[in-house]
């Protein structure tokens, strides 16, 4: 799963998260776009690693390697760091969901996380989140 999000029009401003889940043949799965409320770039990166990690385990689909450009939330989703407390219930719903799931964390270039940073550019402008899904694995 990669997640990524953009905070546009400043920050903090408005902006948008967007995520791919792919199977593990690297086939793209499901991609997620969505607005956020008015927020800073932590808020927005720590709600796009939640969303994706709340669909994940709805859906079952196995172990997970969860990829993300925030190397803050990469470290807060896997203990090693402490969060701003402003978000220490999302970043401790995802750490409830990381020791369930038990996914691989791992932080990743910009760069190569283009898809989920097109997702979440997008993502500021809908109106509404939209989910895209191949049910076929």
Known sequence: METHLIPLRGNPGRAGIGG???????????????????????EAEVSALLFGL?????????????EGDSSNTIAWAGNKA????????????????VASIRPVLKHTRKSGNDIADGLAKDGVDRDSLLLSSNTVL
């Open 20 to 42: 791919v889940i792919r199977d593990h043949f690297a086939n793209i799965f499901m991609t997620f776009s969505g607005p956020l409320e008015d927020c800073d770039a932590n």
């Open 54 to 66: 709340q669909w994940y385990a709805l859906n079952d689909l196995g172990p997970l390697i969860a």
């Open 82 to 97: 402490c969060g701003p407390w402003c978000l220490a219930f999302k970043i401790d719903e995802i750490k409830d969901f």
